[in-house]
């Protein structure tokens, strides 16, 4: 089982990213599942969850209003737009499939973890 996030780079500020998240060796259409970030030296941080089917979303404080979470059950894969990037969006940037269908904001209960995608964001 493996969940494989993607779509990182460098990007200048005011710029967009759109990260991806495929998951093979299972399907995840019944989890609920998360974006998270870590910078060095900080703590890994929530950015955003979806439910199982969509119907709810869910954004951190930091990132809300820029950052916009989909999936694609049919695809096994969840996205995360990312608009009007910051430097202090600069982080390694991870999915996650929480063990229940819904989303939440605390990184325990999500027991499957990408393996992240490095932002850089400069200014």
């Known amino acids: 089982v493996q969940l494989q996030a993607s779509g990182g780079g460098l990007v200048q500020a005011g710029g967009s990213l759109r990260l991806s998240c495929a998951a093979s060796?299972?399907?995840?259409?019944?989890?609920?599942m998360g974006w998270f970030r870590q910078a060095p030296g900080k703590e890994r941080e929530f950015l955003s969850g979806?439910?199982?089917?969509?119907?709810?979303?869910g954004y951190g404080d930091s990132v809300k209003g820029r950052f916009t979470i989909s999936r694609d059950n049919a695809k096994n894969a969840v996205y995360l737009q990312m608009n009007s990037l910051k430097p202090e969006d600069t982080a390694v940037y991870y999915c996650?499939?929480?063990?229940?269908?819904?989303?939440?904001?605390?990184?325990?209960?999500?027991?499957?973890w990408g393996q992240g995608t490095q932002v850089t964001v400069s200014s």
């Open positions: 979806i439910s199982w089917n969509g119907g709810s979303t």
């Open positions: 060796g299972r399907a995840f259409s019944n989890n609920g």
């Open positions: 996650a499939a929480h063990r229940s269908a819904y989303y939440n904001s605390a990184a325990a209960g999500h027991n499957y």
